[in-house]
């Protein structure tokens, strides 16, 4: 069964950074690299929303607007982990943060890791 684990997560001050790492386990027949690798988040009161993903083959990246430029997305299939670099985080950065796993019906969610950005 396949498992995530977020990791990385807390208290941050704005314009600081943090890393959140994913930890994938449990493929079969289906290995990690064939994978669409994204995060998401859920803020209080909104719904879940894209944040950045990565393609299973050649690393193609993609991001949503409000965190072009602070965050990076980059995966490691040897070690089966997706990671998120942010940076220059802001209070609207506070959220729930989630990874997730996507490979046509096959949709695998993590339990998420919390993000606060605030003095």
């Known amino acids: 069964?396949?498992?995530?684990?977020?990791?990385?997560?807390?208290?941050v001050?704005?314009?600081?950074?943090?890393?959140?790492s994913c930890a994938a386990s449990g493929f079969t027949f289906i290995?990690?690299?064939n994978y669409v690798m994204s995060w998401y988040r859920q803020a209080p009161g909104k719904e879940r929303e894209l944040v950045a993903d990565?393609?299973?083959v050649g690393g193609v990246t993609n991001y949503a607007d409000s965190v072009?430029?602070?965050?990076t997305i980059s995966r490691d299939n040897a070690k089966n982990t997706v990671n998120l670099q942010m940076n220059s985080l802001k209070p609207e950065d506070t959220a729930v943060?989630?990874?997730?796993?996507?490979?046509?019906?096959?949709?695998?969610?993590?339990?998420?890791t919390q993000v606060?950005?605030?003095s």
């Open 97 to 112: 943060y989630y990874c997730n796993a996507l490979r046509g019906p096959y949709n695998y969610w993590g339990q998420g």
């Open 13 to 20: 001050q704005p314009g600081g950074s943090l890393r959140l």
């Open 1 to 11: 069964q396949v498992q995530l684990v977020e990791s990385g997560g807390g208290l």
């Open 54 to 56: 990565i393609s299973s």
């Open 116 to 118: 606060i950005v605030s």
């Open 31 to 33: 290995t990690f690299s």
């Open 68 to 71: 072009k430029g602070r965050f």
